[in-house]
């Protein structure tokens, strides 16, 4: 069966750019986002990888750790790892996992023969910090991420985990939130303050407080 939202991510053990990864304890109460990439050597995810680097304070920021994953060897991926470093003008400092045996792909179901070959799709996973799945994005293979949108997912995942609210569509932080049905206009009113209420079921609010 396919993993679900709300379920433990899978624990594994695999070889990697910064060494064997044991993948609970490497994330270690953290966020994490585990990403794969079909091949190393290849032009959408030479831009992708180099993106990822690029946003490491934004990472630290959400206390979240990113680690890509691919079919390929760890010698392959650290023979690409100097063009990704050149062509992005950053420095590729987090985890590559190297999956030759496709044991990985196929735990977390990122492997989709439908989609040409058995490498791994464009999966995204966003694992909190209690190692359960909490959001999952699958990308062809011709189509690069966006991952301003995956930082967009862990601000709201992590808002909504500390206050009882949630968010509307194209949120971002900062952005006014949504009280959810199951909090009454008389609670939020007490716990929140000012609610504007545009109907009996769609009622927002500033965003809380740290």
């Not at 991926?77 to 045996?101: G, L, Q």
């Not at 196929?106 to 040409?116: D, E, T, V």
């Not at 991420?145 to 609210?165: G, K, Q, S, Y």
Request: glycine share 4%; net charge negative.
């Amino acid at each position: 069966m396919s993993l679900q939202l709300g379920d433990t991510a899978p624990d594994f053990t695999a070889d990697s750019t910064a060494g064997a990864i044991e993948f609970h304890a490497w994330k270690s109460g953290s966020w994490a986002v585990l990403f794969s990439h079909p091949a190393d050597f290849t032009p959408v995810c030479t831009t992708e990888l180099g993106r990822v680097a690029q946003l490491k304070q934004e990472w630290a920021a959400r206390d979240a750790k990113p680690i890509a994953l691919s079919v390929d060897s760890v010698d392959d991926h650290n023979k690409w790892v100097p063009d990704i470093d050149e062509v992005n003008k950053t420095t590729v400092d987090y985890p590559i996992v190297a999956d030759p045996d496709k044991k990985v792909a196929n735990l977390f179901g990122m492997i989709h023969p439908n989609a040409g070959d058995t490498s791994s799709v464009r999966s995204v996973f966003i694992i909190d910090p209690a190692d359960k799945i909490r959001l999952t994005l699958t990308y062809p293979k011709s189509v690069g991420r966006n991952f301003d949108e995956i930082l967009r997912c862990l601000d709201a995942l992590r808002l909504t985990d500390r206050a009882t609210v949630a968010t509307p569509v194209d949120w971002r932080d900062g952005d006014r939130v949504i009280v959810p049905p199951t909090v009454s206009t008389e609670d939020a009113k007490a716990k929140f303050g000012d609610v504007e209420e545009v109907k009996p079921y769609l009622r927002f609010i500033a965003q809380p407080a740290d």
